[in-house]
Each structure stands twice: as C-alpha cells, then as structure tokens.
C-alpha cells in the first residue's frame, strides 16, 4: 500500500476549523493509519475532529495550544508524546490571513499578529518538536506556505505574503540544517483554497481577481492539499527536502 502510515505520530497544528486545509490533514493523515494529535488555539474543534477520527477507528487527541506561547507549545508536545510516544511527522498548518494596504497597515496590530502567528508558530513548532523528530526512523517537517510566500501575493496583506516567504526561507534553511538527523523538511504553496478563512476574508472581487490568475479557473480544495501532506509524511517522500509543492491550479508563482 503506498503511502501507509501505520505507527507513525503527526503532530498537526491547524486543525481546528470546519473544512480547513488542517482539518483536512488530520483526517486524510488518519485515513493513512496515522496517529494524529490536533494542536490549535480553538481547544473544542480540536477535540470535535479527534472524535470524528475516533469513531471511524483511528487514533487521535485534541489539544488546545497558543501558537504565540512557546510554553503553550511546549506542553502541547509534550501532551502528545505522552499519548503516542514520540512524533515522527509535524504538520504546520495553522495560519491567519489579513488584508490590510501598504499604507493602512499597522505594526502592533495586523503586522505582528500575523508574523508570530504563521511565521513565528511554524518555527517555534519545529524548534519545540525537534528533539522528538531526532528519534524518529522517518522524521518529516512539513509545512504549509502559499503562493503568496512566492509571488508578493494579490489580495493577501504584505504581512502575510512576508510571513509565508518566511516561511518559504526557513523550510530550505531547516532542509539543509537537519539533513544529517534524516530529518525531511518540505513546504507545501497552495493557491487560494476554498476554506472558511478565506471566505470570511476576501469578497467576491477579491476571489475574482485571484482567479484571473489561476489556469483552472476555481480555487483549490482543501482535500486537495491534504493528499501533498499525506505524501509527504510517508515513506515515499523519503529522498525529498527543501522542495516548495506548488498546489495553485496553473497560477503564476515567481
């Protein structure tokens, strides 16, 4: 069976929100026989998709986490690793968008916020999992960017298009740091996906415009996302790193 997953631990930030990429993930993670622990700020809709994965026979626990804590994440690890024994696989895949100007943006506020969020968290996750991923047979490290991290983005804020470059920059930096633990650290570049986030973001203009720029002519589903993450945490995956997944329907990336 390709891309079994069975034994394997995947610590998954992100999953909390209906119909989200990580959401999505954890699910298709599960569906792999994966053991999933769901990280997220939202603590009941991490426990709601860890009940789904349980009724339907997997293995998997919900916990409530800050990804702007590091004490928040560090216990979040630890939860997991006293539930499944170690992690072998890190999934970021939590993340918050925003929308304002150049001209309107304000440092406290919207440039930060996103910055410590999808940039911050995502490093951080990595830095706290790691002594666990050193352990593992098959460690994997894969993250969730976007187009935007690639292009300066269309309608997304410079906060976030500067966040998810950042996160573009440190998945080839982790790549090449931790190579020598065997360590695969990969990067996932959606286009505009059709989850609640983006919905509750962008107007009808704004999806509009983004799709001018996708050959396909329609957003992507977040189901679509989570087949790149399942793949990568398998075995499969194993002779790639530093890679940047363009997931964007054909749109225009660099």
């Not at 679509?224 to 993450?229: C, D, G, L, N, S």
Request: proline share 2%; hydrophobic share 40%.
């Amino acid at each position: 069976m390709l891309f079994d997953l069975t034994g394997k631990v995947c610590f998954v930030t992100g999953g909390a929100q209906p119909g989200s990429i990580g959401e999505k993930s954890c699910i298709a993670l599960a569906e792999n026989g994966a053991k999933v622990a769901i990280a997220d700020i939202q603590a009941e809709g991490c426990e709601r998709v860890a009940a789904e994965i349980r009724a339907k026979g997997g293995e998997a626990i919900g916990i409530g986490m800050n990804l702007a804590s590091n004490d928040s994440i560090q216990e979040a690890i630890e939860k997991t690793v006293e539930a499944f024994g170690g992690i072998d696989v890190v999934v970021n895949s939590a993340g918050i968008l925003g929308k304002s100007s150049i001209e309107d943006m304000d440092r406290e506020g919207e440039w930060n916020r996103v910055i410590d969020i999808d940039l911050g968290g995502t490093f951080f996750v990595c830095q706290k999992a790691l002594p666990y991923l050193k352990k593992s047979e098959q460690p994997r490290i894969i993250n969730i960017a976007s187009v935007t991290g690639r292009n300066g983005g269309f309608s997304a804020s410079m906060a976030y298009a500067a966040a998810k470059g950042g996160v573009v920059a440190i998945t080839r930096g982790m790549a090449r740091h931790l190579a020598p633990y065997k360590i695969t650290v990969n990067a996932i570049c959606p286009g505009t996906t059709a989850t609640a986030m983006v919905k509750n973001t962008y107007n009808d203009d704004d999806v509009a415009n983004q799709l001018k720029n996708m050959l396909l002519g329609r957003l992507a589903e977040p189901e679509e996302i989570a087949a790149a993450v399942v793949y990568y945490a398998s075995t499969e995956s194993g002779f790639v790193t530093g890679n940047m997944h363009d997931i964007n329907g054909g749109g225009y990336f660099g």
